[in-house]
């Protein structure tokens, strides 16, 4: 969205944000990231609000805090994460993740997030990434008290299915 103000007499343009641009962003950088990275083409197959993250076998989770607080939980399977893992690094990784693979997964993340951050900054998003964590277990929940905004995001990457869930609230 964007407003048209006066200032001392001379309109200028304000952009303002919204948990839309987040979520775009997030995508638009999620396609990009993936191509350049690891090879893989992204299509979006739906999104989905919700209330709460699901919960996923495997998944990685990283928060923003500044003008708006997220926070962002990458989900997947073992096959998907591992395959993933493979096309990062050149290595192929079978079985289970060991702490190189977490590692690749972790800062395709960080990278994600990070160019999304990045991307919005001229709309008035600043803040702080915390590091990714690795998350294994399908009993894993991540609840986000406070929030207004939650959608989740289904991922097709041609070797799986990544979902993002996105909280977000202006702070």
């Known amino acids: 969205m964007v407003l048209s103000v006066k200032f001392f007499r001379k309109n200028i343009t304000v952009k303002?944000?919204?948990a839309k641009q987040i979520l775009s962003s997030i995508y638009e950088n999620t396609k990009k990231v993936l191509k350049d990275m690891a090879g893989v083409n992204t299509k979006l197959m739906k999104i989905q609000p919700v209330d709460k993250a699901p919960s996923e076998d495997y998944s990685i989770l990283m928060g923003i805090s500044g003008s708006w607080s997220c926070v962002i939980v990458v989900g997947f399977d073992l096959e998907t994460g591992l395959a993933l893992a493979s096309r990062l690094s050149g290595?192929?990784?079978?079985?289970?993740?060991?702490?190189?693979s977490e590692s690749a997964l972790c800062e395709?993340?960080?990278i994600i997030i990070g160019n999304a951050m990045n991307a919005l900054d001229g709309l008035g998003f600043e803040g702080n990434l915390t590091p990714p964590t690795f998350s294994q277990g399908k009993g894993v929940s991540f609840f986000t008290p406070g929030t207004q905004k939650a959608n989740l995001l289904f991922l097709d990457?041609?070797?799986g299915v990544l979902k993002i869930f996105v909280s977000s609230k202006k702070q």
């Open 16 to 18: 303002k944000m919204s």
């Open 91 to 100: 290595k192929t990784y079978e079985g289970d993740f060991d702490e190189e």
């Open 108 to 110: 395709l993340a960080n």
């Open 157 to 159: 990457i041609g070797i």
